[in-house]
């Protein structure tokens, strides 16, 4: 059974950072796909970066160099380091792990997803 489980959520002031993590159990992360998304009431989700298997990367417009994805396949865990965090960043933050590059929406398993909320 594959599992998919954020951490690293919490509470922020405006100009901090924060470190998610993506812990995949039950297949091995290797050959696929890490993608973070990021959603708020009334807004549909969407793309804040994503990481193929061979490590090619890509981040949302709005991101503008302030976050960084990677992977560590030995742990089987992706991550999306979050620095000079802004208000509008304030969302739920869902890890998504599919086979497909370039990333398709709606694809593969997703995790609970967690708050990150940023304080201006």
């Known amino acids: 059974q594959v599992q998919v489980v954020e951490s690293g959520g919490g509470l922020v002031q405006a100009g901090g950072s924060l470190r998610l993590s993506c812990a995949v159990s039950?297949?091995?992360?290797?050959?696929?796909?890490i993608a973070w998304y990021r959603q708020t009431p009334g807004k549909q989700r969407e793309l804040v970066a994503g990481?193929?298997?061979?490590?090619?990367?890509e981040y949302g417009a709005f991101v503008k160099g302030r976050f960084t994805v990677s992977r560590d396949n030995a742990k089987n865990t992706g991550y999306l380091q979050m620095n000079s965090l802004k208000s509008e960043d304030t969302a739920v933050y869902h890890c998504?792990?599919?086979?497909?590059?370039?990333?398709?929406?709606?694809?593969?398993?997703w995790g609970q997803g967690t708050q990150v909320t940023v304080s201006s």
């Open positions: 998504n792990m599919q086979a497909s590059w370039p990333i398709s929406t709606g694809l593969g398993y």
């Open positions: 039950g297949v091995s992360l290797r050959f696929n796909t």
């Open positions: 990481i193929s298997s061979s490590g090619m990367t």
